[in-house]
């Protein structure tokens, strides 16, 4: 390159200079035109992030890794290889299912579509699509130097902020309802347990209430000992009356005291029977005992012949009732132990940046904006102002080489 088209700096400071205004001028109506660009033809966007990394202890590594050998969701995910908890992680989270867990939540879907009322089903199925692919393409998770970070943009900033809470909710509740710990096992165990132990001792008390009513029963023990003494009082009657009719035989020989003395021992004798015996009752009575829709009284004297047998089926009944509530403690307190227990492997990763409420637009960027509208304005407005100047002294150069 010769001297003559060596480029002269100083020249071209010399006419930038001169043409300030004019590079002003430009500088500023660029950058004008990028604020109303900004300004009216830009839909902000808010966004809401978190990051969260794995729990201390590890535990959720061998959920997760749980979830990925033992589990159905590693038919979802179908790894081709053993993947890192991180990896874990953003599967879940990018995973189909997941998101259509969280558009249907109460109402979410009309935040987006508006009112689904008169839609079929194969309709709000269409619209959960879209909204799902809105929703993933508004999403960005990655993972970095062991945490995860999440954002979302929405144009709502309130909407932005409950979905990012939507996302580590049902990521808490997807890996709890997918992985079975030991811990977990026992809980499940010990309630179903629980349960049938409950059931039992209902049967129980119903079977022991409803032997009560068929057998008149209120308190044995004191209706065994109200028969013996009633039956020993008879029974110390019938002997008075047998000493009186050998008296009446042997000294007075009257026929009529004697027959008068006999119906009264007969009476009484029947009385001992049926305190021995029970008082027998219809079919049709004993049924409306068993059902308490009998109108007769209890009968407080329990049968004697009956009293061996009632006290061991009672007795059978209650021993095996006491069992059974004894036994619905101990699960219980076991039950509790085994949630306090399941409760403490449940906690699988730890957010460092809870989410928040957006409180401005971090789209578009207004202050970049405008600085890249008056660099373009200054830049465009010196380069013409440069080519003109280029113009006009080749120009002028020709003219005086044509003058020579």
């Known amino acids: 390159m010769s001297k003559t088209e060596e480029i002269d700096l100083g020249e071209l400071g010399s006419q930038l200079w001169t043409k300030r205004y004019s590079v002003l001028g430009c500088a500023l109506t660029m950058t004008i035109v ?40 590693s038919m979802l995910l179908n790894f081709a290889t053993k993947a890192t908890s991180l990896n874990l992680y953003l599967q879940i989270l990018k995973s189909h299912s997941f998101a259509l867990g969280i558009v249907r939540e109460k109402d979410f879907l009309e935040q987006f579509e508006g009112k689904l009322d008169g839609k079929t089903p194969l309709e709000i199925r269409q619209v959960e699509e879209r909204v799902i692919d809105e929703i993933q ?11 995860v ?3 979302y943009r929405d144009i709502n900033p309130e909407r932005s902020f409950q979905i990012i809470n939507l996302y580590l909710n049902h990521l808490r509740e997807f890996i709890r309802g997918s992985s079975i710990t030991k811990a977990k096992n026992t809980e499940i165990f010990v309630a179903e347990r629980l349960r049938e132990i409950e059931a039992t001792i209902k049967d129980l008390e119903e079977n022991y209430l409803s032997q009560k ?20 009082k008879l029974r110390s009657q019938i002997l008075e009356k047998e000493l009186e009719i050998d008296l009446y035989r042997s000294i007075m020989k009257n026929s ?26 219809s079919r049709g009575e004993a049924n ?30 209650e021993r095996h009732y006491g069992m059974m509530v004894k036994l619905s403690d101990l699960l219980r307190q076991h039950l509790e132990l085994a949630r306090i227990e399941s409760r403490s492997s449940e906690m699988i990763f730890q957010v ?3 989410p928040y409420p957006a409180l401005g637009p971090v789209f578009p960027n207004r202050n970049l904006n405008l600085l890249v509208g008056f660099l373009i304005g200054a830049f465009g407005a010196s380069v013409w102002v440069l080519f003109k100047s280029r113009r006009r002294n080749l120009r002028s150069a020709k003219m005086r080489a044509v003058a020579n």
Do not use: H, W
């Not at 057998?215 to 013996?228: A, C, D, H, T, Y």
């Not at 409306?288 to 009944?317: C, H, W, Y």
């Open 256 to 281: 009529d005291d004697v027959n008068r003395l006999q119906s009264e021992k007969a009476q009484i004798q029947s009385r001992l029977n049926d305190i021995v015996r029970g008082i027998p009752v």
């Open 352 to 354: 460092l940046d809870e």
């Open 288 to 317: 409306r005992m068993a059902d308490g829709t009998s109108k007769s009284n209890v009968e407080l004297l329990t049968p004697l012949s009956q009293g061996t047998e009632l006290e061991m089926e009672f007795s059978k009944i």
């Open 149 to 151: 970070f999440l954002s």
């Open 213 to 232: 009513k068929r057998r008149g029963v209120v308190l044995l023990p004191s209706q065994i000992g109200l028969s013996l003494s009633a039956a020993s």
């Open 137 to 147: 393409k508004r999403t960005k998770i990655k993972a970095d130097e062991g945490a």
């Open 34 to 73: 990028a604020y109303i660009a900004t300004r009216f033809f830009m839909t902000p966007m808010y966004e809401s992030r978190t990051v969260f990394v794995e729990s201390a202890d590890g535990a959720g590594s061998r959920k997760l890794d749980s979830i990925a050998s033992d589990s159905t969701v």
